[in-house]
């Protein structure tokens, strides 16, 4: 039984369009993070959730925690073709982060 | 620019070869990650390191697999022998033990290995 699921696995889009990812456990977390990664490099930190409902914003990044802490969303406005890359959801669960396998996203020009 | 350097960024050898793999994590740092990533598995955790010592190695292959950190700024993962399944890309990760529920990693680019 996996513990986080990521979805969509692979997304392909168009610049200009608007995506949601989602990230779900049936586990309750004391934070997470959402790490990008390009091809060829390692992942790098964009956000930090701790608290059940709190809405975070990056530029046209927007992440949110679900209310009972299970799942997190992240949510993509007019994507460029620089928001390229592998969507990594990581909460933390006895002190240890949990990685998910995964959003793929290509936005094409 | 302070980053986590890793060596060597690509590595092809064959099968019952030792491949050691080093990392430089960020000055100041006193917590170092080692992670296997492949397709299938996502990233894993093989390694950590606090202050030099080795605090959770449950996800290394005992038998073939070692991490080290003999000083502060170098740490080392090996395998003897490598075998075609141990083909993936290893990162090195360093962070500051700060809060447990914030704590940001910071990821070197990675050894790619594909072993023959």
């Known amino acids: 039984t996996q513990l986080l699921e990521q979805s969509p696995q692979f997304l392909s889009i168009q610049e200009g369009e608007n995506l949601t990812v989602y990230c779900n456990s049936s586990s309750v977390f004391s934070s997470l993070q959402w790490y990008r990664q390009e091809p060829g490099e390692g992942p790098v930190l964009l956000v930090t959730v701790v608290t059940g409902g709190e809405v975070k914003k990056l530029k046209r990044l927007t992440f949110q925690f679900g209310d009972a802490r299970k799942d997190s969303s992240l949510h993509i406005t007019a994507a460029q073709t620089g928001d390229t890359g592998l969507y990594l959801c990581?909460?933390?669960?006895?002190?240890?982060?949990?990685w998910g396998l995964g959003t793929s996203l290509a936005v094409n020009p | 620019d302070a980053r986590v350097t890793q060596t060597p960024r690509h590595k092809v050898t064959e099968m019952g070869q030792e491949v050691t793999m080093r990392c430089q994590p960020i000055?100041?740092?006193?917590?170092v990650f080692w992670y296997r990533q492949t397709m299938m598995q996502g990233l894993e955790l093989l390694a950590y390191f606090r202050n030099r010592a080795p605090l959770d190695d449950s996800g290394m292959p005992k038998d073939r697999f070692s991490a080290e950190m003999p000083d502060a700024t170098l740490a080392t993962l090996k395998i003897q022998p490598s075998e075609p399944r141990d083909s993936a890309v290893y990162f090195c990760?360093?962070?500051?033990?700060?809060?447990?529920?914030?704590?940001?990693?910071?990821f070197g680019e990675g050894s790619r290995l594909t072993v023959l």
């Open positions: 990581a909460p933390r669960m006895d002190r240890k982060l949990i």
């Open positions: 000055l100041g740092h006193n917590t």
């Open positions: 990760a360093s962070g500051l033990r700060g809060s447990v529920n914030t704590g940001e990693l910071f």
